[in-house]
């Protein structure tokens, strides 16, 4: 079934499937498959390429953890406590290395030729603060200890259907705990949970399939030593059965034809993507067949450098009736939110969810392209905007300042050449170097830590 709704992450016609994976004829891109699943980003090779770059950084960031736990266990007169929490550490985090690699293995296992011009030209390329491990926890959550906030995920979305599921979309899936339960309790025609960590993916189809797998968690306020790094074992509770399918993809390109599902839930998603919100809405808007539903879950946490676009929940709803649905119906209820049994830290969230039914096409947007015009293609000037201007500045006061480290010069020293530089008064540059450097210094002093 799911052949049949696919579309080109480019030119959004149908897709053929091949042996490898799927193909588009026109734009004569083959879209290959990691383990079974489709990788439909617009340039693949590229998308391909970032994950694996993204997959050797998180295992030198272990690797480097590591060699700092091998120094501290060489300190003097080490605490028999602190050797435990050590020790334990660095076997969890060589162990976890491993771990991460077996999960991943299959992203290695495809070849497919780079191409960075065509992947600049698409603009396509990933956000830069979505890493491999940016929602981590999510994993444990999902999979191990988060039967309370799942449940009750999963009642805020249910309490806010009005018909039945039918083909259902889930966005931004992490690693599809939520995607699993609806398809579990409200049986639809079809789930597709989509994702562009493969990461999420790669996990949740040996989960869905009935495997176990075993990965550590590393809470961010340990309850004792032994849980700074706890070996889960993460399981489903029974295999997935009818048609739960999984995608690689980007969700701001979704590979899907016009009209496809019935159903399209967003969780925790809308307001990281970094399309605007109207522009998500659509999108969605496009993908929904007339009177499909969507239903938004989670934080409405918009963060952007525009004020303008830091959307509260009633502009939200605002401009998701103007993209073709009805105005949304809106619910908020507290829940709790990522308390491992394992950490101190855990919160209390008030998590929105709205529905709404697409009512009309919405007028057609401009693909998603990450990146402007005088970047990809090099001719045009690099504008001057405030915030770049404040950045050259800041970025030349700084770039001084670590020049004038000789290991002889007091702060003191280096303001006067500061003035003498005309770059500020004395009075002003003692205290910016200062801070300056504190930065300096704790960014030196500051560990990597658990992901
Ligand atoms: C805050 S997490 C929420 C995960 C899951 N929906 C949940 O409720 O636990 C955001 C998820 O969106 C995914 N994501 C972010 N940007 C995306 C994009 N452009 N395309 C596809 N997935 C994206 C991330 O990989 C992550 O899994």
């Given at each position: 079934m799911l052949d049949s709704i696919l579309a080109c992450p480019r030119c959004d016609n149908a897709l053929t499937p091949t042996d490898g994976g799927h193909a588009?004829?026109?734009?004569?891109?083959?879209?290959?498959?990691?383990a079974g699943i489709p990788f439909l980003f617009a340039e693949p090779s590229a998308a391909l390429g970032e994950w694996r770059a993204r997959l050797h950084m998180e295992t030198r960031r272990l690797d480097h953890e590591v060699r700092l736990i091998e120094a501290a266990l060489d300190a003097p007169d080490l605490r028999d406590s602190t050797r435990r929490r050590l020790t334990l550490?660095?076997?969890?985090?060589?162990?976890h290395n491993e771990r991460l690699l077996a999960l991943l293995e299959p992203l290695g296992l495809v070849e497919l030729e780079a191409n960075i011009e065509s992947y600049l030209?698409?603009?396509t390329r990933l956000p830069g603060d979505q890493g491999l491990v940016t929602y981590y926890p999510n994993v444990h959550r999902?999979?191990?200890?988060?039967?309370?906030?799942?449940?009750?995920?999963?009642?805020?979305?249910?309490?806010?259907?009005d018909q039945p599921l039918g083909k259902m979309l889930v966005l931004g899936a992490g690693p599809a705990r939520l995607a699993c339960d609806l398809h579990d309790r409200l049986t639809p025609e079809l789930t597709v949970a989509l994702d562009f960590n493969p990461m999420f993916m790669l996990l949740a189809q040996r989960l869905l399939r009935g495997e176990t797998v075993e990965l550590y968690e590393f809470p961010i306020a340990p309850s004792s030593i032994e849980n700074s790094a706890v070996l889960r074992t993460l399981q489903a509770e029974a295999p997935v059965t009818g048609e739960f399918e999984l995608v690689i993809a980007d969700a701001a390109r979704a590979p899907f034809l016009n009209g496809s599902f019935?159903?399209?839930?967003?969780?925790?998603?809308?307001?990281?993507?970094?399309?605007?919100?109207?522009?998500?809405a659509a999108r969605i808007n496009h993908l929904l067949r007339d009177d499909g539903q969507w239903v938004n879950f989670g934080s409405l946490a918009f963060d952007n450098a525009d004020p303008g676009k830091r959307y509260s929940r009633e502009e939200v709803v605002e401009i998701v009736a103007a993209q073709g649905f009805t105005t949304p119906h809106v619910d908020e209820t507290r829940i709790p939110y990522m308390c491992s049994p394992a950490s101190r830290h855990g919160r209390q969230e008030t998590v929105v969810t709205f529905a709404a039914r697409k009512t009309k096409q919405a007028k057609r947007t401009a693909r998603y392209e990450a990146l402007p015009n005088w970047l990809v293609k090099g001719d045009a000037p690099v504008p001057l905007s405030d915030s770049l201007r404040m950045q050259a500045t800041s970025t030349r006061i700084h770039a001084f300042v670590m020049s004038l480290i000789d290991g002889k010069r007091s702060i003191k020293d280096m303001a006067k050449l500061m003035e003498a530089q005309q770059l500020m008064t004395q009075h002003e540059a003692v205290p910016t170097i200062r801070t300056f450097l504190i930065k300096m210094l704790e960014a030196s002093g500051r560990g990597v830590g658990p992901p």
């Open positions: 588009c004829g026109g734009c004569q891109v083959d879209f290959p498959s990691i550490m660095q076997h969890a985090y060589r162990d030209a698409l603009r999902d999979w191990s200890w988060g039967e309370r906030e799942n449940e009750a995920s999963a009642d805020l979305v249910t309490d806010m259907l019935d159903t399209i839930i967003t969780p925790w998603v809308t307001d990281i993507l970094p399309s605007d919100i109207a522009e998500t």
